[in-house]
Structure formats: structure tokens, C-alpha cells
């Protein structure tokens, strides 16, 4: 498998193993800019057990405008609209030598 890096005037693009230069634009002036955020929030509740919350941020842009300059090119990629992101994990740790004495029934004993 063979990931191609072309390398152009402000970016560079990656192009995936799937795309082909038949798949490709005629043309290959493009500008490509992305911008990302991510926030990360971890809290450990119990020994081996998180709580995590994500939030990210994204802009995408990708046009013809190859010849802009840098700031026209980060304004126009601000005007994009955003994409939010929101993601909470839970991961709690369970001691597998332990399962067995949870499942069985406890009973007394009378003396």
C-alpha cells in the first residue's frame, strides 16, 4: 500500500491508496486548509476507571484558489462553516478474579 504526498504552493495533500490520477482533478493548482480544536477532559473515579470527554472543532476547505495569498486563504477558510464535535467515554475497570465471588449467592450461616 502507497500513500503519494504532492507537495504544492501553500499544502500538502495526501492522496488516499484508493484515489488514482484518473480520479484526480485535470488540474492540479488546489488549495487545501484545515483547521482543528480538540479539547480533552479526563477524570479517574476509581483505580483503572475514566471518565472522558472530547470536544473538537473543525473547519475544511478545499478550492481552486491555488494562487491566494496566505491571508485570503485563512479568512476564506474561516467563512466555512463548523463542524462540532462532542464524544464522552466511560471505561471502568473490572477485576476479573473478582467476577466469580459477585455472581454466587451469599448465604448464612446459624450457628
Known amino acids: 500500500m502507497t500513500i503519494t504526498c504532492f507537495l504544492l504552493k501553500k499544502t500538502v495533500v495526501w492522496i488516499a491508496p484508493q484515489e488514482t490520477a484518473s480520479t484526480l ?43 491566494e495569498n496566505f491571508n485570503n486563504s485563512f479568512n476564506t477558510l474561516f467563512d466555512q462553516p463548523i463542524n462540532h464535535t462532542i464524544s464522552l467515554k466511560v471505561q471502568y475497570f473490572l477485576d476479573y478474579n473478582q467476577l466469580p465471588g459477585f455472581f454466587k449467592s451469599k448465604k448464612k450461616k446459624f450457628m
Open 25 to 67: 482533478p485535470s488540474d492540479p493548482n488546489i488549495n487545501f486548509s484545515t483547521w482543528n480544536f480538540d479539547l480533552s477532559y479526563s477524570w479517574q473515579f476509581a483505580p483503572g476507571s475514566f471518565i472522558t470527554a472530547l470536544y473538537r472543532n473543525q473547519l475544511f476547505n478545499r478550492d481552486a484558489q491555488a494562487m
